[in-house]
């Protein structure tokens, strides 16, 4: 019978949740403070982890993905004190732009919904 999860997700998965204790508790720069985490992308030898993230305030992002990559060797340092494994990779943050793009396809989806009830092809409006 095959695992349902491999080690690689396993361990993500487990860095994602100890970085958002971290990231709330431990740091103390004001531009970190809205991020959430929403994927971990660990090389196949766990030495890189890619994490991925958004933030509720999109204005700052480049400021707040660089403060988060300045202090990567902090949360690296206390994340290796968090979990039981012999190699803690070193991080790289990234902006996570799937939510921007889900939301600009809902946008466009929406308008072309309502562009076609205007023209009497279709019954109903948008729902928001």
Do not use: W
């Not at 997700?9 to 970085?19: A, H, T, V, Y």
């Not at 809205?34 to 971990?40: D, R």
């Not at 030898?45 to 990567?72: G, P």
């Amino acid at each position: 019978m095959p695992k349902d999860f491999t080690r690689t997700q396993r361990l993500g998965e487990q860095i994602r949740r100890e970085l958002s204790v971290l990231v709330q508790n431990e740091v103390k720069d004001p531009r970190v403070s809205m991020v959430s985490f929403t994927a971990i992308k660990l090389s196949r030898d766990l030495s890189h982890a890619t994490v991925y993230c958004t933030l509720m305030n999109k204005d700052d992002k480049t400021e707040t993905i660089q403060a988060l990559n300045r202090a990567s060797g902090f949360l690296r340092k206390k994340l290796a004190a968090e979990i039981n494994a012999r190699i803690v990779p070193a991080l790289k943050f990234v902006y996570d732009e799937s939510l921007d793009r889900g939301t600009h396809l809902t946008e466009l989806i929406n308008a072309a919904r309502k562009d076609d009830a205007d023209k009497g092809l279709i019954d109903d409006e948008p729902s928001e």
